[in-house]
């Protein structure tokens, strides 16, 4: 599986921004999937994450009610809308798949990572 992330950008604080991640190579629709960030110097950091069928979603507490992450199995995509932007949200972001992970918010725990997105947000 080979995971494709896709629509970041620079915005003004308080702005949006939509991220998607695409798969081929397989389908996804059993895979949790989440969203990771890394900024300069800092480890990289969990955002939200769907399971499979996308009745269930977590989410950092930093960015609860203002990102939402959905899925759309027919299509093998994932995204994340980010609203009410802050300058603390600027990072590489990274779309992440596994299978049967029991903690959504390690890293490690996914099997398939895309490349990344540049996500700046100016104050």
């Known amino acids: 599986v080979q995971l494709q992330a896709s629509g970041g950008g620079l915005v003004q604080a308080g702005g949006s921004l939509r991220l998607c991640c695409t798969a081929?190579?397989?389908?996804?629709?059993?895979?949790?999937m989440g969203w990771f960030r890394q900024a300069p110097g800092n480890e990289r950091e969990f955002v939200a994450a769907i399971s499979g069928s996308g009745d269930f979603t977590a989410y950092r507490n930093s960015v609860k009610g203002r990102f939402t992450i959905s899925r759309d199995n027919a299509k093998n995509t994932m995204c994340l809308q980010m609203t009410s932007l802050k300058p603390e949200d600027t990072a590489v972001y990274y779309c992440?798949?596994?299978?049967?992970?029991?903690?959504?918010?390690?890293?490690?725990?996914?099997?398939?990572w895309g490349q990344g997105t540049l996500v700046t947000v100016s104050s």
């Open positions: 081929s190579g397989g389908t996804v629709s059993t895979y949790v």
């Open positions: 992440a798949a596994g299978r049967g992970i029991t903690n959504w918010s390690l890293p490690s725990l996914y099997d398939y």
